[in-house]
């Protein structure tokens, strides 16, 4: 999108036909639901998945535990989170996959979101959805049936105090008639990504969104529903998804689905992101929780072997 040419994180992750790779924290393989997380290993890691070209790396926004879920994704608040990887890097971009609207109050999203994309020096990539982990919502006094709502408030409430100075809002949650939100992005606006429908419809996030995150599927259903994608939208909008890879030792492993992905060697990881490549996917991001080998090995070997395919966008 030309208003995003000068977003550092943006602009390295995202050009039309063009594909990148992006790592999701927790940057490990882990059993359970809950991992190590080691603050000392996950930063060199992070440097060095910057280092090896690597476009992004995602955190998960999840707010309360639930063992029956399966993952607890990267367990710090994202934001404190993303803070204290943006002061260990310098230009990988950092995203949320994704912020839970309807849990949140919207101005504290646009607070935290400004603040770490000011921080960054505009790495931020904001996933945002509604969120489905049904423990959470009587936690959190939300109504689930009301999610699809907050999620159009929470957006339109952020645009507002991102772009304007002094506005007035009055929605479900902001009656705001005096005082302003600071800081604002330096460009006035945050990269937003929808994920899933989130409760909207394809016309409605092809209007309101700047891109969106979907879930691994396969090729042909992935490659309709971009084409409807691209359809609504008048200007290119970024199609990102993730992806759990079990990278094998053997270039060669035929691929053995996993859940949201495949135990498979890397030879036809670069062909099948080849593949998402040409149906329209711009941004993988790749989750290494299910991996067999140590992380460090498979990091390396895809920023050997498979990134130089899909490099990160200068």
């Known amino acids: ?6 977003h550092k994180g943006y602009s390295r992750m995202y050009q039309e036909n063009k594909l990148t790779l992006g790592l999701f924290f927790p940057i490990e393989s882990y059993m359970g639901d809950v991992p190590e997380m080691n603050i000392e290993k996950q930063m060199k890691l992070a440097k060095r998945a910057e280092e090896l070209n690597f476009a992004s790396l995602f955190v998960r926004d999840v707010p309360l535990r639930d063992p029956n879920f399966g993952d607890v994704g990267q367990m710090y608040d994202p934001f404190a989170y993303l803070g204290y990887v943006a002061a260990h890097t310098k230009k990988i971009a950092l995203g949320t996959g994704s912020i839970i609207l309807t849990l949140r109050h919207p101005l504290h999203v646009a607070k935290a979101a400004a603040s770490v994309d000011r921080l960054s020096g505009e790495r931020l990539i904001l996933g945002v959805a509604t969120g489905d982990r049904p423990i959470e919502f009587p936690a959190f006094s939300v109504n689930p049936e009301d999610r699809s709502e ?43 990504m929808v994920t899933g429908h989130s409760g909207q419809s394809p016309e409605w996030i092809a209007e309101h969104s700047d891109g969106w995150i979907y879930y691994p599927r396969g090729l042909k259903f992935q490659k309709a529903l971009i084409d409807n994608w691209r359809s609504l939208t008048e200007e290119f909008k970024p199609f990102t998804q993730s992806l759990y890879i079990d990278l094998t030792e053997d270039p060669n492993h035929v691929p053995i689905p996993i859940h949201l992905g495949f135990r498979t060697g890397r030879n036809f990881v670069i062909e099948f992101l080849a593949a998402l490549q040409d149906a329209g996917v711009n941004h993988v991001i790749i989750n290494l929780k299910y991996g067999q080998r140590p992380v460090e090995e498979v990091i390396e070997e895809l920023g050997e072997y498979v990134l130089p395919h899909f490099p990160a966008l200068s």
């Open 1 to 6: 999108m030309e208003k995003f040419k000068n």
């Open 150 to 192: 907050l999620f159009r408030e929470s957006v339109s409430v952020m645009r507002k105090v991102w772009s304007e100075h002094f506005p007035s809002i009055d929605s479900a949650r902001v009656h705001m008639t005096s005082g302003d939100m600071l800081p604002k992005p330096k460009l006035s606006d945050i990269p937003l």
